[in-house]
């Protein structure tokens, strides 16, 4: 699950001394204040951490004011990639499944929604059957069919007009890439996927080519929503989606305002999953995370849709004035940098891990925010929600002991066994106006400079991330060779976090997410090996076994497992944070206080 990513002016990273100086102050104030109780309305420090905090205050009624420096990448359910877009898309579209609407682990869970039931499986795990709901609409009342579920999830093979949302589906479904998607389908329906079947308007079946174990995890994405053929826009319909849930559009200006009223078609009766409490939902966008963070202080706004923590001035006001508004909880992300092979010398494994033990890791998590808003030192690549997941007892690199502070000299030794003794020239990109990522690239750059590793650092517009850093034909002629970014699970296994970024075909054009063009038939052999592995211990021993040649490759140096600090405003009720969402707040059945 790609985090959000932010925009603005292309520009050189020499502003960002002073953001690192700001962290460093930050990340010494970990504690104190003096809300922890919660005065003001505030429920107390960590009250919605991995539980539900004021769900007997929750009145129907009033305006949810979301604020965020960052847009959707689309508001598309095809084509959304951002793990806020698809906490927020539940509010518009519904699913076959969904997450359950319950704190921490348990929100991973899959429960029925547009389907009266889980999935009846049978053929080995290779065929799904699902039956749809009584009195499922459309915004405009028509009913919400078979049909419309299995043409909304052909749009995924459109890639060529709806690319940048994740693409299991189509993987699972149709292997061989036989189809060749809905705006190119021969069949006068357009329903030409073989792999799915709709006998009639309530039944819907799956028939995939190999089992795959987490087939039902991708159907609760935000992808497999349904779209009525005669609504669809194509690469225009994240502009205005047509709604089959609670809330529809009302107005969206990109980059400034969204606003989401009821949608007087929704029948409670027919949707086990929402609440519905607010009349409104809006989003306002800035283009200033400090200017942001302010008016969520002062109370003008409910929640940061965003969901990445407070950025650190605002952080250091309210750890010190308002702790009672804040959470703690461990995201899901790893945040890392990433070594892509087609730029020289990253090619060669001795000068990506010369990298990996020139850098000062703990300079890294305290740019990150420390150990409270940054999190624990990242030693690995499979986050702590992930099953076969070894946290920092699985350090190959001794980034949280003895080279916690970078090893100069071992550095020098991977250098010299690269061919580049006297070190190299290379380029950071980064995503701009997002100062802890900035902050980041700042620090790996003082680190390296001590090992040889003369580093650039280049700022990039965030909102145009799929064409740039999604670009290996990009990625190649701007010569980035290492790259920032964070990553969540798309469902919280090793398949729904690392498919994406270590299988080989997973590779891909635009929108590429693995960036250090991993091409290991090996990993490729261990993720075949997983997805028809129905036993859940066997399914762990891989995970860790993927992990671990992840590691061993040095494809990837990671910074820390995050944690940030969230704001939760004093209007807010009904809140949790859900491991569905990489620790986010669920934002389906936040409500107002009465």
């Given at each position: 699950m790609t985090t959000q990513r932010t925009t603005g002016r292309r520009k050189q990273a020499v502003a960002a001394a002073g953001v690192v100086a700001a962290l460093?102050?930050?990340?010494?104030?970990?504690?104190?204040?003096?809300?922890?109780?919660?005065?003001?309305?505030?429920?107390?420090?960590?009250?919605?951490?991995?539980?539900?905090?004021?769900?007997?205050?929750?009145?129907?009624?009033?305006?949810?004011?979301?604020?965020?420096?960052?847009d959707a990448d689309s508001w598309d359910t095809t084509r959304g990639y951002y793990g806020f877009m698809w906490n927020f898309s539940r509010y518009y579209s519904r699913q076959l499944v969904t997450g359950k609407t319950e704190p921490g682990a348990k929100g991973a869970e899959v429960t029925p929604d547009l389907a009266t039931s889980t999935a009846k499986i049978t053929n080995d795990g290779k065929t799904?059957?699902?039956?749809?709901?009584?009195?499922?609409?459309?915004?405009?009342?028509?009913?919400?069919?078979?049909?419309?579920?299995k043409y909304g999830i052909e749009r995924v093979w459109a890639q060529d007009v709806l690319s940048g949302g994740p693409v299991y589906l189509k993987d699972v479904l149709d292997p061989k890439g036989e189809y060749a998607g809905p705006y190119k389908d021969k069949?006068?329906?357009?329903?030409?996927?073989?792999?799915?079947?709709?006998?009639?308007?309530?039944?819907?079946?799956?028939?995939?080519?190999?089992?795959?174990?987490?087939?039902?995890?991708?159907?609760?994405?935000?992808?497999?929503?349904?779209?009525?053929?005669?609504?669809?826009?194509?690469?225009?319909?994240?502009?205005?989606?047509f709604s089959s849930g609670p809330y529809k559009f009302q107005s969206y200006t990109p980059n400034k305002k969204l606003v989401l009223v009821r949608n007087e078609n929704w029948k409670q009766a027919s949707d086990p999953i929402r609440k519905a409490y607010p009349d409104k939902i809006s989003l306002t966008l800035f283009t200033n995370a400090n200017d942001m963070d302010q008016r969520l202080i002062n109370g003008d706004y409910d929640l940061d849709i965003n969901q990445t923590g407070l950025s650190p001035q605002g952080r250091t006001t309210a750890l010190k004035e308002h702790k009672g508004n804040l959470d703690n909880p461990v995201s899901g992300y790893i945040r890392y940098a990433v070594f892509p092979q087609t730029v020289k010398p990253f090619d060669n494994v001795n000068c990506r891990k010369a990298v990996i033990y020139g850098a000062d890791h703990e300079s890294l998590q305290t740019a990150r925010g420390g150990p409270v808003a940054g999190g624990?030192?990242?030693?690995?690549?499979?986050?702590?929600?992930?099953?076969?997941?070894?946290?920092?007892?699985?350090?190959?690199?001794?980034?949280?002991?003895?080279?916690?502070?970078?090893?100069?000299?071992?550095?020098?030794?991977?250098?010299?066994?690269?061919?580049?003794?006297?070190?190299?020239?290379?380029?950071?990109?980064?995503?701009?106006?997002?100062?802890v990522e900035v902050a980041t690239a700042v620090s790996l750059q003082a680190s390296l400079k001590k090992v040889g590793i003369d580093v650039d650092v280049e700022q990039y517009d965030g909102a145009q991330t799929t064409g740039i850093i999604?670009?290996?034909?990009?990625?190649?002629?701007?010569?980035?060779?290492?790259?920032?970014?964070?990553?969540?699970?798309?469902f919280p296994t090793v398949q729904g976090f690392g498919l994406p970024l270590w299988n080989s075909?997973?590779?891909?054009?635009?929108?590429?997410?693995?960036?250090?063009?991993?091409?290991?038939?090996?990993?490729?052999?261990?993720?075949?090996?997983?997805?028809?592995?129905?036993?859940?211990?066997?399914?762990?021993?891989?995970?860790?076994?993927?992990?671990?040649?992840?590691?061993?490759?040095?494809?990837?140096?990671?910074?820390?497992?995050?944690?940030?600090?969230?704001?939760?405003?004093?209007?807010?009720?009904?809140?949790?944070?859900?491991?569905?969402?990489?620790?986010?707040?669920?934002?389906?059945?936040?409500?107002?206080?009465?």
């Open positions: 460093l102050a930050t990340a010494a104030c970990g504690g104190g204040g003096t809300d922890e109780g919660g005065e003001g309305g505030a429920a107390g420090f960590n009250a919605a951490n991995n539980k539900v905090a004021q769900a007997s205050e929750v009145k129907k009624g009033g305006e949810l004011k979301f604020a965020g420096v960052q799904y059957t699902y039956t749809l709901r009584d009195g499922v609409t459309w915004e405009d009342g028509k009913p919400i069919t078979s049909k419309d579920i069949s006068p329906d357009k329903l030409g996927l073989k792999a799915i079947e709709t006998p009639d308007d309530k039944t819907i079946i799956f028939n995939l080519p190999a089992a795959n174990s987490d087939f039902e995890d991708m159907l609760a994405m935000a992808a497999a929503s349904p779209v009525r053929q005669d609504k669809d826009t194509k690469s225009k319909y994240g502009l205005k989606p624990e030192i990242g030693t690995n690549m499979l986050p702590p929600s992930v099953p076969g997941a070894e946290g920092q007892k699985y350090d190959p690199y001794e980034s949280a002991t003895a080279n916690k502070k970078g090893n100069v000299a071992k550095a020098k030794e991977a250098l010299k066994a690269c061919g580049q003794p006297n070190g190299f020239k290379t380029t950071i990109a980064v995503r701009n106006n997002k100062p999604g670009s290996p034909s990009n990625v190649k002629k701007k010569g980035y060779g290492i790259i920032i970014m964070g990553w969540g699970p798309d075909k997973y590779i891909l054009e635009s929108g590429n997410n693995n960036f250090a063009m991993i091409n290991d038939k090996t990993i490729d052999g261990l993720f075949a090996d997983y997805v028809t592995e129905l036993d859940d211990a066997k399914k762990e021993q891989l995970s860790t076994e993927i992990n671990h040649k992840v590691m061993e490759g040095g494809y990837y140096l990671p910074f820390v497992f995050e944690k940030f600090i969230n704001w939760r405003g004093n209007n807010l009720a009904n809140v949790y944070t859900t491991d569905n969402y990489s620790g986010q707040y669920d934002f389906v059945n936040l409500g107002l206080k009465k």
